[in-house]
Every structure is written in C-alpha cells, then in structure tokens.
C-alpha cells in the first residue's frame, strides 16, 4: 500500500465520483499500483459479485463496504451509487476480472451516473482483448471490431458466426470452454484459410497462446484435452483490402511492404519464410518477388 500511495497520491481523485476501475484477468501481479490506491481510497465499492471481490480486498488488507451490481440488477443498484455520490462518497466499480462494461456489466451504471450529473473516472488496467491484440501479430489490422461471446445457440449463433467469419476486418471472440469446439468447428467450416489467434487462460499458469489458419483449429484442439480448458479469446486476422492495390507478381500490397525491409534484415530464404508466414501470401510468388529485388538492389548504381 506505501509504494502504491507513494506513486498515485499526487493524482486528484475527486469526491462524489464513480471510478470504473480494473482489475486482473489471472495473475494478481497485474493490479496496478494506482487502482491498489484508489481501492484504499474508495469509500464504498460496487462489484459484480461480492465474494469474488471480497477475497481482492482481504488479499490487499482492505475492508469496505460492498454493493452487488450484476447484469440482473444493474438498474436498480446504479440508484444506490448514485445516492452514495450525492453524499460526496468516491465509488469504485469492478467487474469480476479486467475491464468493467466490455462483455461486463457496467455501461448501464455508467451512463445512468452520468445522466445523474456525476463525474467518471477510469482507472486502467487489464483488458483480455488488447491483451490478445498484442500478441496476434495481425500485420493487416487497420483498428479492430470487438465482438466479445457470440449467442449461445440456435440460428442467432450460426448467423453470428458466419458473419463474423466473412467480416474483413481484424476481430475479438470471447468463448467458454463448454462451447470452443463448436466455435472452431464452425470458423474451420465457414472461413478454412482465415489466421486466428487462440488465447487460453491469459495471464495465467497455463497460458496458452498459438496462431494457426481455422481449418488447423479443431485438430490442434483435439490432441490434448487440457487445451480445452479455461478461457478463450480468439482473435480473427484481419484480410486483405479488396481496395488494396496489388504489388509486382500479383501480390497483396501488405505483402511487398513487408518483404522490402525484412530482405534488408534476413537472408532471402528467411525473408520469404516470414513474409509468408505474416502475410500469408504464396510463397513461390513472394520468392519470385524477392528474387527480383535482389536483382534490381545488385544492379543499382
């Protein structure tokens, strides 16, 4: 708590304020210091499920008062927060793990306080989807969509899902373990040759991270039962522009931008492997591509 207060005390943190703060997905080591702060600070904290925040604060030696606020009583618990910073009372909100009101709840609180006429702050921290973002490596992304769980069953999940899978841009699914198979299953079926990043357990003991093309999804699942297990973010790469130009021998112009600098770097072989790899465009044509280059780069003055 001293390091905490030492490094976010000089930040102003007004009364009659509602604090949507994060906390870790996993790994308790993730809290940050300012939101360890503010969670001494706070005088009331609403959360989506006491106990689980109950154990956060007895691990940090805190004890404050608690109000339940879940997707089945939101809109009558955001009047008690409401009261409370009438009062000129600082209230935090937590959702169960990360970032409050993404696939949480939390919006409907938020915006009925600030219908109210009272101040929000947010305190940052862990999010699974930019944690997932971070690692995919999607070298086409222009910005992502967020698309969080799809429903859980019936024509509304396969609309959801064949949408998704034809959608260009880069995308985040959340999904439970009881439902990742079928959600392989349907993206292996509906977009075979689209990259996808899998993201088990973030930030966790068995952290699993590992991209392969759809269609590789459901084996990989397969072979072991433990990868079936946890939590998933899956991040769908992002496709090429249809508007996109393309480059010498018919390749995508992402593609050509990335081999120019990785030839720079790497010998030829590498450098198509990797281009390849990032782009996925053929390989012959990238190395056609790169052999060119290295033509031109020979006979240049």
Partial sequence: MQAADAAAGGQHHPTGTLYVLATPIGNLADLTLRAVHLLGLVDALACEDTRVSGQLLRHLG?????????????????????????????????????????????????????????RVMPIPGVSSAVTALSVAGDTLAQGFVFVGFLPGKGQDRRNALQAAAAAPSCQVLFEAPHRI???????????????????????????????????????????????????????????????????????????????????????????VALAAELSGAPRNALYERALALRRDADGAP
């Fill in 62 to 118: 805190l004890d404050k008062p608690l109000l339940a606020l879940h997707q089945h009583n939101e809109a009558g618990a955001a009047q008690s927060v409401i009261a409370r910073l009438a009062q000129g009372q600082r209230v935090a909100y937590v959702s169960d793990a990360g970032t409050p009101a993404i696939s949480d709840p939390g919006a409907l609180l938020v915006a009925a306080v600030v219908a109210a006429g009272h």
């Fill in 181 to 271: 198979e079928s959600l392989v299953a349907g993206l292996a079926e509906a977009a075979p040759e689209r990259r996808i990043t899998l993201c088990r357990e973030l930030t966790k003991q068995f952290e699993t991270i590992v991209t392969h093309r759809a269609c590789e999804l459901p084996a990989w699942l397969a072979a072991d039962a433990n990868r079936g297990r946890g939590e998933f973010v899956l991040v769908l790469h992002a496709l090429p522009s249809l508007a996109a130009a393309t480059g010498a021998a018919g390749l995508p112009a992402e593609a050509e931008r990335l081999l120019l600098p990785l030839l720079r770097e790497l010998p030829l072989k590498q450098a």
